[in-house]
């Protein structure tokens, strides 16, 4: 059995025979070993693509202070990650084309060059994220928090950036919207 699926067995209480045969559930209490392995790129994957489960397990991890693999590059496209924390996590040059982001918590990541575009950013936290380059065209912005934010050449191109929080931000060369409206930015 790989540590990967003994780690999740013991996230979820849950026992794992050799066969194939489908685990047992104990319980749906959460609870992390003290001697937590640093999760791999396909670990980290694997629970990021997991549904809500997943999702739940990852913020666990990251909550309890397990470290984040680089996830650049990765492809979470159309993912579901409402409510990931994301905090500090490499994202350059990810595809989050699609992703509903709702309420994810992506505080001081970078998403350099990242596609974010057409995605669900509502009341998403971008605070001091760097996202130079980052392809944000299209995306549903509202109530996200972009303070003090690095936005320096990215496209926001197709966003209604009104009741977006931008303080301190840095749109330098930023591609805005046509007709925008910077409405209170503090």
């Known amino acids: 059995m790989s540590s990967f699926v003994q780690w999740i067995a013991n996230l979820f209480k849950v026992t794992v025979s050799s066969t194939n045969q489908e685990p047992h559930r104990h ?13 791999t790129y ?5 629970l990021l693509l997991g549904g809500h489960s997943g999702i739940q397990a990852w913020n666990r991890y990251v909550s309890s202070g397990g470290t984040i693999p680089s996830l650049r590059l990765a492809n979470l496209s159309e993912t579901n990650l409402s409510h990931v924390n994301l905090s ?3 994202l350059h040059s990810a ?8 309420g994810a918590d992506l505080e001081h ?3 350099n060059l990242a596609d974010i575009s057409f995605a669900n950013l509502r009341k998403t936290r971008f605070v001091y994220a760097t996202m130079n380059f980052a392809n944000i065209r299209g995306s549903d912005v509202n109530s996200a928090n972009f303070t003090h934010a690095d936005l320096s050449e990215a496209d ?21 919207p046509s007709t925008h409206t910077i409405e209170n930015p503090t």
């Open 27 to 39: 319980s749906t209490d959460f609870q992390l070993n003290q001697d937590q392995i640093p999760l």
């Open 109 to 111: 990541a970078n998403l």
């Open 42 to 46: 396909a670990e980290a994957m694997k």
């Open 88 to 90: 500090k996590a490499n």
């Open 156 to 176: 926001l191109s197709e966003t209604n950036i009104a009741l977006a929080k931008l303080t301190g931000t840095n749109l330098s060369d930023t591609e805005l």
């Open 95 to 102: 595809n989050l084309r699609e992703a509903n982001l709702e």
